[in-house]
């Protein structure tokens, strides 16, 4: 018989309604018990969810032998002691994005789970959309030719007010790093899923208006290691915020998603055509509470599925790393004026 997912969820801020709905969501998955530090919000997100067991202490859910899976919403510099602890505990790990701040953490994170025989995911749950789903497919196959330009576009606003709603936000220690970890990563993401892993990146990077440690604009230059070239221009700065955007050329024409809308737009040489894919919208200009929880219940769908069939999920921890590797590495470029090569 197939293992039931038993869930604690550690966490309990802004995405943490989404993965609520996903668990209820995912046949033989359930909600046993809830945790955050602060008292009121993890009591009221235990009574929103059925009357389910709440905690304020993390450990408690990990000692618990009626759950056997985490779903970590948490600041991003506890992510690794909570995954390693989970590990330690046999819990199956779903981890929100980014993996951890560092490679270093993503490694230590990924040997914990191997040796434990737990599964890791890390919620990038952006790729589990029909849209780009059908864009890997299509890029696969050869319908642009061979890819020359790769490029992703997040121009958002975020006010004082959003660097203030948590005392992590905006600080190297705890959020590690500004836009390009906590928005832009989605995207890259997507990114490096769609065109394929990087060779280098030489990269600009600023605190231009918000009082915070962490950059609130990033401009990188790509060399991908198939030859192609792309840039990734984020910011928190643009007022009102534009839509996400990722585009990509090659030898036989263009494709761009428009992330925000649900669009493809397609401009081919061979057979000479224009067309327009249409999916679901998203978050417009990148408000984090309009974003449906459909691409979590997908990923969700996807993590119970990889525990069952004994098969890594679609976005496991290597996958995770991968993006937090490049961060890494545009970081470093930014702050030491250099090209900086990938392994
Ligand atoms: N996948 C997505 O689309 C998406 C969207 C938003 C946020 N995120 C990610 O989700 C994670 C959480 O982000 P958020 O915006 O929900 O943050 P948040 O600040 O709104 O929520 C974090 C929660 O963690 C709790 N917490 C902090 N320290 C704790 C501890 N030691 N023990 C127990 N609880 C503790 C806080 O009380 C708070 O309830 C981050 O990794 C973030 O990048 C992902």
Redesign the pocket.
């Given at each position: 018989m197939a293992q039931e997912l038993r869930f604690g969820l550690?966490?309990?801020?802004?995405?943490?309604p989404?993965h609520v709905t996903a668990i209820k969501a995912t046949p033989g998955a359930s909600l046993v018990a809830v945790?955050?530090?602060?008292e009121e919000?993890?009591k009221a997100c235990a009574k929103e969810s059925g009357g389910v067991a709440w905690t304020?202490?993390?450990r408690e859910i990990l000692k618990r032998s009626d759950i056997n899976a985490v779903a970590?919403?948490?600041?991003?510099d506890?992510?690794e002691s909570?995954c390693i602890g989970a590990a330690a505990a046999g819990k199956h790990i779903m981890?929100?994005?980014?993996l951890a701040i560092t490679v270093a953490e993503c490694d230590r994170m990924i040997a914990a789970c191997e040796k434990a025989g737990v599964t890791l995911a890390t919620?990038?749950?952006?790729r589990f959309d029909p849209l780009p789903r059908k864009l890997h497919a299509d890029l696969q196959a050869g319908k642009l030719g061979r890819l020359l330009l790769a490029s992703l576009h997040v121009n958002w606003y975020r006010d004082m007010t959003y660097y203030n709603?948590?005392p992590?936000?905006g600080s190297w220690k705890t959020?590690g790093g500004g836009v390009l970890?906590?928005q832009a990563?989605?995207g890259l993401d997507m990114l490096l899923w769609l065109a394929g892993p990087l060779e280098s990146v030489t990269a600009q990077m600023a605190t231009l208006d918000h009082k915070i440690e962490v950059e609130d604009v990033v401009h990188a230059l790509l060399r991908f290691k198939s030859g192609a070239l792309g840039i990734i221009e984020t910011t928190t700065l643009a007022y009102p915020g534009f839509n996400e955007q990722l585009d990509f050329t090659g030898t036989n024409g263009s494709v761009i998603f428009e992330k925000g809308t649900g669009r493809l737009r397609w401009y081919l040489k061979e057979p000479k055509s224009e067309w327009v894919d249409q999916g679901e919208a998203s978050s417009g200009a990148g408000s984090?509470m309009a974003?449906s929880a459909g691409?979590?219940i997908a990923a969700y769908q996807d993590f119970a599925a990889a525990i069952r069939e004994k098969r890594a999920p679609l976005i496991d921890g290597k996958e995770g790393r991968r993006s937090t590797e490049v961060i890494q590495a545009i970081y470093k470029s930014g702050r030491e004026k250099t090209t900086v090569l990938l392994g």
């Amino acid at each position: 018989m197939a293992q039931e997912l038993r869930f604690g969820l550690i966490g309990v801020g802004a995405v943490s309604p989404r993965h609520v709905t996903a668990i209820k969501a995912t046949p033989g998955a359930s909600l046993v018990a809830v945790c955050s530090r602060n008292e009121e919000k993890v009591k009221a997100c235990a009574k929103e969810s059925g009357g389910v067991a709440w905690t304020t202490d993390y450990r408690e859910i990990l000692k618990r032998s009626d759950i056997n899976a985490v779903a970590v919403t948490l600041p991003h510099d506890l992510h690794e002691s909570v995954c390693i602890g989970a590990a330690a505990a046999g819990k199956h790990i779903m981890m929100e994005k980014p993996l951890a701040i560092t490679v270093a953490e993503c490694d230590r994170m990924i040997a914990a789970c191997e040796k434990a025989g737990v599964t890791l995911a890390t919620c990038y749950q952006g790729r589990f959309d029909p849209l780009p789903r059908k864009l890997h497919a299509d890029l696969q196959a050869g319908k642009l030719g061979r890819l020359l330009l790769a490029s992703l576009h997040v121009n958002w606003y975020r006010d004082m007010t959003y660097y203030n709603s948590a005392p992590w936000r905006g600080s190297w220690k705890t959020e590690g790093g500004g836009v390009l970890t906590t928005q832009a990563s989605h995207g890259l993401d997507m990114l490096l899923w769609l065109a394929g892993p990087l060779e280098s990146v030489t990269a600009q990077m600023a605190t231009l208006d918000h009082k915070i440690e962490v950059e609130d604009v990033v401009h990188a230059l790509l060399r991908f290691k198939s030859g192609a070239l792309g840039i990734i221009e984020t910011t928190t700065l643009a007022y009102p915020g534009f839509n996400e955007q990722l585009d990509f050329t090659g030898t036989n024409g263009s494709v761009i998603f428009e992330k925000g809308t649900g669009r493809l737009r397609w401009y081919l040489k061979e057979p000479k055509s224009e067309w327009v894919d249409q999916g679901e919208a998203s978050s417009g200009a990148g408000s984090a509470m309009a974003i449906s929880a459909g691409p979590h219940i997908a990923a969700y769908q996807d993590f119970a599925a990889a525990i069952r069939e004994k098969r890594a999920p679609l976005i496991d921890g290597k996958e995770g790393r991968r993006s937090t590797e490049v961060i890494q590495a545009i970081y470093k470029s930014g702050r030491e004026k250099t090209t900086v090569l990938l392994g």
